[in-house]
């Protein structure tokens, strides 16, 4: 098998998908990723399904155009309300970030009673339900939309009174549900972890970004197309609006500094 | 002079600036009022200024379509960024959120230090220092962004602990400045009214809405543009995107459900 060194592009409504990032460059440093936030429409969470799906289409039509060999939709509420269209519109393999976190969160429960937790979109679609009830209509799950968690790690208040508080707010009335394992279903809520495991100690988390990252790997082996394995090149990022607050999230989300992020216009942007 | 029933055109990024269309329908029954909440693109505050004064070219040329007599940019991030270009290019009154709160500001404080809160792209443009400064260069500004308030309030948190800790954590180094008078300079913000005077009885907290809605009545009459002062019809709402959500903030916002809301697209939306 020759190898395909063709970049891999990520996309996220905004600078949240920067911790998938991180994880897959962590699990797969021989491959090269294109990073696409698409921070002027951000967030899509409190957006209509509908017009989610538009940018949606927006933003992986302008991935195609850089040759990538697969494309991870690293946003929760794009996974919710798009990735079945874009699986079966793109010629190449769509990952969401549903299915990883389902299938850890279903391999991990004991008691069979598990939480959802994402934002107002991503949970009022039901998507984790839906998925968790298709692979086993046996596990009672509880869900609940946290609309703070977002600003908050935007703040960096990770480690507040303030911020276990809200966790506390949040989470329990699942814990009261007996639940026993939690998906984190927004890519920003990995940097709660400490928090919410300060409060609950005995919670289960699965972090989407850890298994999305997993599934992307397995998916590159299955379909022969992983990379030759030399060092890939740094990820390029594109964002569809700059500002310096996300200058300051990329080391928050990503872990250090960019080498360059380059800005660019995708929707409404081309046609003016 | 004969009277101008021509109704009064109100925007906001989303559904903060029906905080200022309550208070205009409470101080002017006898107007009629367009109301557009960009809510497909919300927030504002999170963008570059070249995009909001994109977005807000947009947004006031549909309402100009429906033959205002004035534009009440009812959004302080609009209002920071767009107002000018608007006021150049409109052939009619427009009034911005930020002179009223201003006015108001110099006119209550003692002692000459006063404060601004509100988004991080409000306090990043520096309107309101840089209008307090004009008009009164000897006061002293003390500026500070709470992105936390927004999501609170959209939340109902009004009166929660976790906001008390919130106002704390932003506001305690204005009062460490012994500022005297701070202007909400949100339209989330009057929200919070009672929860800031609880951690801070003393402090004197000026309410843009209300300040710009006595700032459009004086525009008014001295324009000679006022209706006949018979009811005027109820509000129009226009919304560039709907959901379940925004149905609740409405209550919430304007103290009421409204009789009808229609989904409108601008920008990108016509042309496709």
Known sequence: MSPDNRPIGVFDSGMGGLTVLAELVRLLPGESFIYLGDTARVPYGSRSPRTIQRYSREVAGY?????????????NTASAHAKQELTESLPLPVIGVIEPGVNALLARTRNRRVGVIGTRSTIKSS???????????????????????????????????ITSLVVQEYLSELVREEVDTIVL???????????????????QLV???????????????????SSSGSPGSPPRI???????????????????????????????GNIQ
């Open 127 to 161: 998507a984790y339900e839906n998925q968790i009830r298709r692979l086993n209509p046996s596990v009672s799950v509880f869900s609940k939309a946290c609309p703070l968690f977002v600003p908050l790690v935007e703040e960096g208040w990770l480690d507040k009174k």
């Open 207 to 225: 972090d989407s970004s850890v298994e999305t990252a997993a599934e992307v790997k397995r998916e590159l082996e299955k379909e022969k197309i």
């Open 185 to 203: 279903g927004c890519t920003h809520y990995p940097l709660l972890k400490k928090a919410i495991y300060g409060e609950f100690p005995l919670l």
């Open 238 to 268: 594109f964002l569809t609006d700059l500002t310096e607050q996300m200058r300051q999230l990329e080391k928050l989300f990503f872990g250090m500094p960019f080498q360059s992020v380059e800005e660019i216009s995708i929707g409404e």
């Open 63 to 75: 991935l195609m155009q850089s040759g990538i060999k697969m494309l991870v939709i690293a946003c």
